[in-house]
């Protein structure tokens, strides 16, 4: 996002964590994730009443107005509340005010997980799902197959996911394969974990090795990565032998290379 809609954003996320504050738990957050994330849904359908909504010639009123009317009785009054103010805000385009309400709908999920002492579980679980996804290519495929009824797939990713994941995780995975969004799975899943570091103000950085990591290893590379980024980074491991020796680190677009493979392809150039 630019320019305007990431002012709104920022406003919106921050009226969600000011909502946080306001309930005695975070569990009445969990209607206002329903709530979000089901509109969501909504303005994926419906193309001409996600263009009036964020439309920034149209009265925020008129568009107050419309959502009443429309969604009044469905969604939660909490949950209304920050949609009436996301569609009052001025977006660069109507897809960034869906995009925006996706982040808020899953941030208010992860938001639930945090208290429930279940956010390190869900982050843990999605980078796993993702590397199930890299070595099944076949379960990818049906995830992705646009002809496949959304109730198949929810019904396989019940099968795939019960008792090996928690109920904010199923959550979160059903609303990336139900409603992808012009995403790949891999993609979506990498935005939701960025997501979730967010919740406590940590950098995500995926770490590739060619042998596994102990736990002292692991606290002593990210109490580097954390001294030299100055900010908490939380770490998702996996293996790699083709690395051959050293690590990978990708903290979003920026990948810094330490692996001995690197270092011999770079070798290799300089003498060829």
């Known amino acids: 996002m630019q320019g305007a809609s990431r002012e709104a954003l920022a406003t919106t996320r921050d009226s969600l964590t ?3 504050s306001e309930l005695p738990d975070a569990a009445g957050l969990g209607t206002v994730a329903d709530g979000l994330l089901a509109v969501v849904r909504l303005l994926d359908r419906e193309t001409s009443l996600r263009r009036t909504l964020g439309d920034p010639t149209v009265p925020a009123a008129a568009k107050g107005q419309l959502l009443d009317g429309l969604l009044g009785s469905q969604v939660a009054p909490l ?3 920050l949609l009436t103010q996301a569609v009052g805000l001025r977006w660069s385009s109507p897809r960034d005010l869906v995009d925006a309400l996706e982040v808020l709908g899953v941030t208010a999920v992860f938001q ?4 429930d002492g279940q956010l390190d579980d869900v982050e843990d679980e999605l980078f796993r799902f993702a590397r199930t996804l890299a070595r099944e290519p076949e379960l990818r495929a049906v995830l ?3 002809a496949l009824e959304p109730e198949r797939k929810r019904a396989l990713l019940d099968a795939l996911l019960a008792g090996k994941a928690t109920d904010p995780t199923r959550r979160i995975v059903d609303v990336l394969v139900a409603t992808p969004r012009g995403r790949t799975l891999e993609d979506g899943l990498e935005e939701y974990a960025r997501l979730a570091s967010d919740v406590r103000s940590r950098t ?8 596994a990591l102990d736990d002292a290893q692991q606290q002593r590379l990210a109490a580097s990565l954390t001294r030299q980024l100055g900010r908490e980074v939380q770490l998702q491991v996996e293996v790699d032998p083709a690395v051959v020796g050293g690590v990978v680190v990708r903290i979003g677009d920026e990948v810094i290379d330490g692996s001995i493979r690197s270092r011999l392809a ?5 003498v060829g």
């Open 79 to 81: 949950a209304m509340r």
């Open 266 to 270: 770079e070798a290799r150039r300089q």
């Open 112 to 115: 639930v997980a945090e208290a």
């Open 144 to 146: 992705t197959d646009r």
């Open 18 to 20: 000011a909502l946080r």
């Open 204 to 211: 995500l950085a995926t770490v590739t090795t060619a042998i």
